[in-house]
């Protein structure tokens, strides 16, 4: 599996924006998979933000972005979304997603999460 992010930018505190990730592969069958995005602020840990359920679209949510996230799919079934909305100057970080087969290793951000994109830079200005 391929992810290729993409949509980060610079954005004035209660801004928006959508991410985008796009999944490729051979044989790519994403209804086996959990999807989810992570963001790594500077000279912090990498921290887990949002996930779904590829099969079945239930959706899980850091406790610091509920109700200002929301992560999606698309309707090509091959692309994750997060739409980042009331952004703040702390929501900037390098935003990451990725993907496995074990929800567990997503929502827990585990060593064994099996797939990552490259990331994405988001900048919110206070």
């Known amino acids: 599996v391929q992810l290729q992010a993409s949509g980060g930018g610079l954005v004035q505190a209660g801004g928006s924006l959508r991410l985008s990730c796009k999944a490729s592969?051979?044989?790519?069958?994403?209804?086996?998979?959990?999807l989810g995005w992570f963001r790594q602020a500077l000279g912090k840990e990498r921290e887990f933000v949002a996930a779904i359920r590829w099969s079945e679209g239930s959706t899980f949510y850091a406790d610091s972005v509920k109700g200002r996230f929301t992560v999606s799919r698309g309707d090509a079934k091959d692309t994750l979304y997060l739409h980042m909305n009331s952004l703040r100057p702390e929501d900037t970080a390098v935003y990451y997603c990725a993907a496995d087969t074990n929800l567990n290793d997503i929502l827990n951000l585990t060593p064994g999460i099996r797939y990552w994109g490259q990331g994405t830079l988001v900048t919110v200005s206070s």
């Open positions: 592969g051979h044989g790519l069958a994403l209804i086996r998979y959990h």
